[in-house]
């Protein structure tokens, strides 16, 4: 066993992917209940390409046990990066009682709930391993994230300053507190902050953090021009640790533009009534604040940001890649029956349904998918939010992402991508007349029920007051916005961007020239 793995890691390294699953598979044979080989061969599969047997390995591991930690938390996050979250739940299921649960494995557990869009789920685990230690900086971190995202601040607040006390070396938790209020001249995080920065042996995502948490301090307090610098190093820091292929990137906008539906005979629809209402754009558009909107329905559940679509593409197509599309995708997607992506997808949500009518699905970059979707989904609404290019492409520029969104660190490659996005929504709309509606994030801020009403006329329910009641929300919001969303409308009568503007030429000279 124990040489068969090392000669397979030894071909996964040399990228001789083939060899290296004859050995996992050989090894499977001599331990065919251990669930890390399956694991392994579902990643080699992965990185092959090969969506749909990646997917029936990690199945297949689902229902074996896992008594390792490290093999349950790769076992977790595969699941989840498949979109098998029921799967997911009946393993975390089977680890009952919860008192039983290492805390590491109760926050591996929260974690991939978190991910999956259920905090009110994570945080119960989250709870029971601050029983376990209250003072265990990991736990109190993973904690506070997740009470930003359930709106209960000041204890998120309080979780985030124990682990700076206890841990002050951990540059995530600085950023956290800059993120769970707006900062007051009187604390002296800045100073703090500043230390870290200092401190030897930073990785670049420590010092992103750390710059990312001065500047929204800096600018709390007025202080643009320190902030712009603290910003830039952020950037700077966090676009070292990523890899981004501009060209690859306009080729899956070229792909796209060009993009040529198969034709197959009509089948039986989906079991699955309810109707999709798809939120799109740029993020850091307003698609948080307009699901919260329409949450408020008595007819719609707002299910937040979803992979099922992306899940469903990747199965069609046979194809795994990093990101909600690639061009291989694109181009395997003119053979593929759009209709079972539908099918598929609407299957895949339905665990999370209560019998309503409609339910929002709000993953920004579905903006690419919007194509398919109209093809997949006949009966789907989709909803396209527009924002002022400067202060759509500035909200993405000083907010931190995970490994998200890799071209919003550099203002050209930021205003590039930005203008590839609005050609393919334009695009869009000329194929699809009718299938999409843009909704302007002024006027909605403006004139909230003037907006609202047109939505609901192009979903089909009628408007309700009680939509307009944000503050009465008390879902969990798995978003970057899930701070300012919780507060009323606020109107900005002058953009955020102003006060940097002489810093920002090169990004607005870019967009005016799209």
């Known amino acids: 066993m124990a040489a068969l793995t090392a000669r397979a890691q030894a071909h996964a390294v040399a990228k001789d992917f083939r060899q290296a699953i004859e050995c996992y598979l050989r090894a499977r044979e001599l331990s065919p209940g251990d669930p890390d080989i399956l694991l392994q061969l579902s990643y080699i599969e992965s990185l092959s390409g090969n969506y749909r047997a990646a997917h029936g390995y990690v199945l297949q591991a689902s229902k074996l046990h896992a008594e390792r930690a490290d093999v349950l938390k790769e076992l977790l996050a595969r699941l989840r990066t498949f979109n098998e979250i029921p799967a997911m739940l009946a393993c975390i299921e089977r680890m009952s009682p919860i008192s039983r649960i290492p805390i590491p494995s109760l926050i591996t557990i929260a974690a991939q709930l978190t991910y999956a869009g259920l905090p009110q789920r994570a945080i119960v685990f989250l709870d029971e391993a601050r029983r376990g230690d209250p003072d265990y900086p990991p736990t109190l971190l993973s904690r506070a994230h ?43 995080h800045l100073a703090q902050i500043e230390a870290q920065l200092r401190a030897p042996q930073r990785t670049a995502q420590d010092r992103a953090l750390l710059a990312f948490a001065l500047h929204k301090e800096l600018d709390d307090l007025g202080r643009h021009d320190e902030a712009w610098n603290a910003l830039r190093e952020g950037c700077a820091s966090k676009r070292s640790s990523l890899r981004y292929d501009a060209a690859r990137s306009r080729e899956v906008f070229e792909r796209l533009l060009r993009f040529e539906p198969g034709i197959f005979p009509v089948e039986e629809s989906s079991q699955v009534h309810a109707t999709p209402v798809f939120i799109v754009g740029m993020h850091r558009s307003g698609t948080t604040l307009l699901e919260q909107l329409l949450d408020g329905h008595s007819e719609v559940r707002g299910l937040g940001e979803l992979y099922d679509f992306t899940s469903a593409m990747r199965h069609a197509t046979d194809h795994h890649c990093a990101g909600v599309i690639d061009p291989d995708i694109v181009e395997r997607a003119a053979a593929v029956d759009l209709s079972s992506v539908g099918r598929r997808y609407l299957e895949g949500i339905a665990w999370r349904l209560s019998g309503e009518r409609y339910f929002t699905d709000k993953l920004p970059s579905n903006f690419l998918n919007a194509g398919f979707i109209c093809e997949a989904l006949p009966q789907a609404k989709i909803l396209h939010m527009v924002r002022d290019p400067m202060e759509t492409c500035f909200s993405n520029l000083r907010e931190l992402f995970s490994d998200a969104n890799p071209y919003s660190y550099d203002q050209l490659e930021l205003a590039d991508f930005y203008l590839h996005y609005r050609e393919l929504m334009a695009h869009w709309h000329v194929r699809y007349p009718g299938r999409i509606l843009d909704v302007d994030y002024a006027e909605l801020t403006r004139d909230p029920e003037q907006v609202v009403r047109r939505v609901c006329d192009f979903i089909g329910v009628a408007f309700e007051p009680g939509m307009l009641g944000m503050q009465s929300r008390t879902r969990g919001i798995v978003t970057a916005s899930a701070v300012q969303v919780r507060d009323r409308i606020q109107v900005q009568e002058t953009p955020k961007w102003r006060a940097y503007e002489r810093h920002l030429m090169p990004l607005r000279e870019r967009l005016g020239r799209g």
């Not at 309080?158 to 900062?183: E, F, G, H, M, N």
């Open 146 to 188: 997740v009470l930003m995202f359930l709106g209960r601040f000041a204890e998120a607040a309080d979780d985030i300053a124990r682990t700076i006390a206890r841990a002050p070396r951990i540059a995530q938790a600085y950023w956290l507190r800059s993120q769970v209020r707006k900062q007051a001249g009187s604390e002296d």
